[in-house]
């Protein structure tokens, strides 16, 4: 047995581990695992009592986690936070709900996912018949009476841009990468006296102190990142010589904007789109076609979902 | 209402209600932000724009990375030359050095030191130019700090605390009172070279607050300072104006029916915003519009003191055009850091700064800028009496000097002092969150009231300390 006293303190008593007393701070059973020789069993016990079936408090931050990334707002808005000085949950019978199921099937998260997803408050429309009249009542939406438009992440959008190009590489797992890499963003390694400068100016977080969430601010350097920046434009040009084939201007169109925007064009987005291939020059062709590709990526239709 | 899953297991979930303010409408919203998404409720109090009526509008630190001697310019110490070669006296309390030297003997500063001004301030015979504003500068002889290495003494100059992740001094002005002018950043950073601070961009970084209150790294390419500024190569203006039509056309197709979200129109207003920098970015940087003579204040007519000159005189560009807080780095890469050949060294970075510095302040004092102007001079820590490897000196954190001039500061006085040999600060001491509380309260901010939600507790720019010193204003 391994006694625990305070460091630096050469006369101190010493102490018996036991659990945070703001959650009931009972002591903590230790038992050395058979099989981890070098351990004393201590992280193992907090582990379990982290995850322990009858533990709900567990549950309720990862089911709110998970909301908090569909829905871009938590039940609990604060996520790290469900102390006192925490908001409250605007949904508080849901969180519970959504806590029990979750533990019910096992701390799985997919059934989680799919629930939320298959549900139809995720599935409404940002617009609504009676948002007037809504508005007045909750301007801010904190209770879901239409959907919330999301701006993807930083990690998102690179992802989102190189899976259309088809250069994204799925792999998974191993070393980190440096900037010239096709992985997904997660896989970057984290210089935190460098960070990588899309995801950064994109509000990726430093990486050095926990985010509960992301903040997506509008700023102009974004906008000058993904109008003058080397990324955006090189994958504007992949997405137009993947789509080399397609010769037919509104075809090109129309192919364009299911893949960017998960949806079909608009007529007047069609014939906007056409007269902006068909102007100019016909050795500029190529070039519009590029700079088409270029405009979609810049545009809200691709960067916000909803 | 706590929860009743919560309840049962007996864990308690209170929650309490937090003030929402409607931000959105401020200007404190950083570098050319338009709109938030993703914070939590109340996780930002705005803070009043006026705490106290300000004395200085914006701040320019002059940062000497790597440590300059206190002993070789403004604190003058004559016991220092007598007693060269011999050890530390027993009296002393025994330091702990960076490098670990023990018992090493006093290293003598060969200097001319002579008293300038009305007031009569000490100042070395390496700073000509930097004396003759003796009766502008309040030099504070009695810094303190806690970090001994240059990663944890930038960390703590920059943002209070020797460890990472924490906002930095100019990111919390930039919250608190935003800028005058959306077409710049509010927050400026400059480097003398394209070398690496110590600890990198976290000197200048947002921590845990939202990234556009970081500091903007402007490129030493004149012409762009702003990265992703011009227009991408082979790109013609009016095929980009085309671009843009087309672009916001979309963006306000989709904006229909969706009026309520105001990140939409924030976004069509960013790329307006945008277009807009690409002509009035170039032209704050356009050194070409000063005359040959502030040119030569400056010293960007002579080859060592050109570079800095240009970051000076681009500080005071920027700051006419209401950019809130500028940090110009002396010595990027840590040249200030002599642990030996202090004699070679120092007298070089000196005549490099000393100039341009001088000419600064008397270029702001001319164009009555200094009154609002708070500039600051110094480094991460100062450097020990006692020498090392023979003839450099170590790190001393214990006892450093800075000065301010104008915004509101008055000028020709000390603060503070050190003991006889420069080692430790005795009177007055000054820790480094008393630095930046002064700094915030020049600027109208109190560092108790300026606050940031963070993981359910209010953070302040100074933590839990610092305490605004108020002889800088005479009192």
């Known amino acids: 047995m391994i006694e625990t006293t305070i460091p630096g303190k050469t006369n101190s008593d010493t102490f018996e581990p036991a659990f945070l007393q703001v959650l009931g701070g009972e002591a903590a059973a230790i038992v050395k695992p058979a099989k981890a020789t070098e351990s004393t069993g201590r992280r193992t016990a907090l582990a379990e009592w982290i995850a322990r079936a009858d533990n709900p408090l567990t549950a309720r931050v990862m089911v709110n986690r998970i909301w908090q990334y569909h829905f871009g707002q938590g039940i609990v808005s604060s996520s790290n936070d469900f102390g006192s000085l925490g908001t409250k949950p605007t949904h508080p019978e849901l969180l519970d709900w959504l806590a029990a199921q979750f533990i019910e099937n096992g701390f799985h998260l997919k059934p989680l996912h799919r629930m939320i997803l298959l549900s139809s408050t995720y599935q409404q429309s940002p617009m609504h018949p009676q948002s007037a009249e809504y508005e007045l009542v909750d301007a801010e939406n904190n209770y879901l009476w239409r959907s919330r438009i999301r701006r993807l992440s930083a990690e998102e959008i690179r992802d989102s841009m190189l899976y259309l190009t088809g250069e994204l590489d799925l792999k998974l797992g191993g070393e980190g990468i440096k900037d010239d890499h096709n992985r997904r963003s997660l896989y970057f390694r984290v210089m935190r006296n460098s960070p990588v400068s899309f995801l950064h100016t994109m509000g990726a977080p430093e990486g050095i102190k926990s985010a509960p969430t992301r903040y997506i601010a509008t700023t102009a350097p974004q906008a000058l990142l993904m109008m003058n920046g080397e990324f955006t434009y090189q994958r504007a040009q992949k997405l137009s010589e993947s789509l080399q084939e397609v010769s037919d201007p509104a075809a090109f169109v129309t192919q364009l904007f299911l893949s960017t925007t998960g949806q079909p064009q608009t007529e007047s987005q069609l014939e906007e789109g056409l007269t902006f291939l068909n102007s100019g020059l016909e050795a500029e062709l190529n070039s519009r076609r590029i700079d088409f590709c270029h405009v979609l990526l810049n545009s809200n239709l691709f960067l916000y979902v909803d | ?475």
């Open chain 2, 1 to 475: 209402m706590t929860s009743s899953l919560c309840k049962q297991a007996g864990i308690p979930h209170h929650e309490q209600l937090n003030s929402r303010r409607d931000f959105l409408a401020r200007a404190g919203m950083g570098f050319g932000a338009l709109a938030y998404g993703g914070l939590a409720q109340g996780s930002m109090i705005a803070p009043p724009t006026a705490q106290h009526a300000a004395r200085a509008k914006s701040v320019i630190f002059l940062f000497m990375e790597g440590g300059p001697s206190q002993l070789d310019t403004f604190d003058y110490k004559p016991l220092l030359n007598k007693m060269a070669g011999k050890p530390l006296p027993e009296s002393f309390k025994e330091p702990i050095t960076a490098m670990g030297e023990k018992g090493s003997p006093i290293l003598a500063a060969p200097r001319t030191w002579k008293r300038h001004g009305e007031s009569g301030l000490w100042v070395s015979e390496l700073l000509p130019h930097t004396a003759q504003h003796a009766d502008e500068l309040a030099v504070i002889h009695s810094l303190w700090g806690n970090g001994i290495n240059h990663a944890g003494g930038m960390m703590q100059m920059h943002t209070c605390t020797p460890l990472a992740g924490r906002p930095s001094l100019g990111a919390w002005v930039t919250y608190g009172l935003g800028s005058e002018n959306e077409n710049l950043p509010a927050y400026v950073v400059m480097k003398d070279a394209n070398k690496p601070l110590a600890s990198g961009a976290r000197n200048y970084g947002s921590g845990f607050m939202p990234a556009t209150y970081q500091g903007t790294l402007f490129q030493n390419k004149t012409g762009e300072p702003l990265l992703n500024l011009a227009i991408r190569e082979g790109e013609s203006s009016a095929r980009q104006q085309e671009k843009l039509g087309l672009l916001q056309q979309f963006n306000r197709e989709h904006q229909q029916g969706r009026t309520q979200q105001s990140e939409l129109d924030a976004r069509i207003r960013s790329y307006e915003l945008a277009f807009k920098m690409q002509a009035s970015a170039p032209e704050a940087v356009a050194l070409e519009e000063e005359t040959a003579e502030t040119l030569a204040l400056y010293g960007i007519d002579q080859k060592e003191t050109e570079t800095y000159g240009k970051q000076c005189l681009l500080a005071r560009r920027l700051v006419e055009r209401g950019v809130r807080y500028i940090q110009l780095y002396h010595g990027a890469g840590s040249r200030w850091d002599s642990h030996s050949k202090i004699e070679q060294n120092h007298p070089k970075l000196c005549r490099e700064m000393d100039r341009p510095v001088a000419g600064l302040l008397t270029d702001l004092k001319q164009r009555g800028l200094l009154d609002d102007t708070l500039v600051i001079w110094g480094g991460e820590f100062g450097r020990t009496p006692m020498s090392e490897q023979g003839n450099g000196r170590d790190h001393n954190p214990t006892g450093f000097t800075m000065w301010m001039a104008g915004g509101g500061v008055k000028g020709g006085q000390t603060i503070g002092a050190t003991d006889e040999l420069g080692l430790y600060a005795v009177e007055d001491k000054m820790h480094v969150s008393d630095f930046h509380a002064s700094i915030l309260h020049l600027l109208g901010l109190n560092n108790m009231e300026l606050t940031f939600q963070y993981q359910g507790r209010p953070e302040r720019p100074t933590i839990n300390e610092g305490r605004f010193n108020k002889k800088l204003i005479g009192g």
